[in-house]
């Protein structure tokens, strides 16, 4: 059983950046890692993960300006937020599954976060 906390949400203002953090609680060894996304109509979309053996995947819209890292013994996944638009306005949710790709399609999430907003203005 794992538990995920997401912080480091808030308001910035175009071109700007934020640092959200995932800390998990409970065993973490083999899961991927990841984050997803929700803007206000919108479905959940894929933003980035990173695998137990530290490959990491981004979606295209956010492919150079995001990084996702692994820290704390693997238990804490952050992504840092650069060049922020206000598309990328949205509930951030941490994640963890057994496969990146199917976690990619929404698919084989074993656990959720409860989110945190991003609220980029221009």
């Known amino acids: 059983q ?3 906390v997401e912080s480091g ?3 910035v203002q175009a071109g700007g950046s934020l640092r ?3 800390s998990a609680s409970g065993y973490v060894e083999g899961y991927v890692m990841a984050w997803f ?7 959940r979309e894929f933003v980035a993960a990173n695998t137990w053996g530290g490959l990491t995947f981004y979606a295209d819209s956010v492919k150079g300006r995001f990084t996702i890292s692994r820290g704390g013994a693997e238990s804490t996944v952050s992504l840092q937020m650069n060049g922020l638009k206000t598309e990328d306005t949205a509930v951030y949710y941490c994640a963890a599954g057994a496969h990146y790709s199917s976690m990619r399609a929404l698919s084989g999430i074993d656990y959720w976060g409860r989110g945190t907003q991003v609220t980029v203005f221009s």
């Open 20 to 22: 959200l953090s995932c």
């Open 9 to 11: 949400g808030g308001v």
């Open 37 to 43: 996304r929700q803007a206000p109509g919108k479905e």
């Open 2 to 4: 794992l538990q995920l």
